[in-house]
T-cell receptor, first 112, second 114 residues
Framework: DGGITQSPKYLFRKEGQNVTLSCEQN?????MYWYRQDPGQGLRLIYY???????QKGDIAEGYSVSREKKESFPLTVTSAQKNPTAFYLC???????????FGQGTRLTVV | GQNIDQPTEMTATEGAIVQINCTYQ??????LFWYQQHAGEAPTFLSYNVLDGLEEKGRFSSFLSRSKGYSYLLLKELQMKDSASYLCAVRDTYSGAGSYQLTFGKGTKLSVIP
């Protein structure tokens, strides 16, 4: 079955540690995205990639980093520079940038 | 940039009809999406409008008026499983880059009661 997979579903980390969230898709989509969702808030774009080996900052990129070495994979690293990292993180992909997005199941990150 | 407004919460009765509105301001409109998101889960695509008018898909319909910067999602014959957040997302052209950007509203939390 084609789809987009995020792992893990729940993640706990100590303050000051970097953590990497995984996102893999087998839909052959060119574009991939990372969003952050806080309670009562919409989806806010962290980073996006329109094509392999290229990525751009979204609206709230500070304290995050990404890579896009393979078409299928778009991992997100939450660094210690991110001041408030506890949130629900959603990865998505689409055929082209701005097309209908398919979302992964999300990773709920809690920093203690 | 974009400004997207949706009501924060709505409550409706099982079997009834509910309309969720979305208003937006943008300079290069290129389509509007509606997504459904159950608590703690991923958003799933419901509908897409780029031209004025009504798009119907089973119990769900979506309407767009580009001149008014307005869309609504209409849910008929409400079921308990329709309790979820409904996200409006507007796509517009990215000035100078020849590309699009997609901005999500904060979502409307719909509660369906017996």
């Amino acid at each position: 079955d084609g789809g987009i997979t995020q792992s893990p579903k729940y993640l706990f980390r100590k303050e000051g540690q970097n953590v990497t969230l995984s996102c893999e898709q087998n839909l052959n989509h060119d574009a991939m995205y990372w969003y952050r969702q806080d309670p009562g808030q919409g989806l806010r774009l962290i980073y996006y990639s329109q094509i392999v080996n290229d990525f751009q900052k979204g609206d709230i990129a500070e304290g995050y980093s990404v890579s896009r070495e393979k078409k299928e994979s778009f991992p997100l690293t939450v660094t210690s520079a991110q001041k408030n990292p506890t949130a629900f993180y959603l990865c998505a992909s689409s055929i082209g940038y701005g097309d209908e997005a398919f979302f992964g199941q999300g990773t709920r990150l809690t920093v203690v | 940039g974009q400004n997207i407004d949706q009501p924060t919460e709505m409550t409706a009765t099982e079997g009834a009809i509910v309309q969720i509105n979305c208003t937006y301001q943008t300079s290069g409109f290129n389509g509007l999406f509606w997504y459904q998101q159950h608590a703690g889960e991923a958003p799933t695509f419901l509908s897409y409008n780029v031209l004025d008018g009504l798009e119907e898909k089973g119990r769900f319909s979506s309407f767009l008026s580009r001149s008014k910067g307005y869309s609504y999602l209409l849910l008929k014959e409400l079921q308990m499983k329709d309790s979820a957040s409904y996200l409006c997302a507007v796509r517009d052209t990215y000035s100078g880059a020849g590309s699009y950007q997609l901005t999500f509203g904060k979502g409307t939390k719909l509660s369906v009661i017996p």
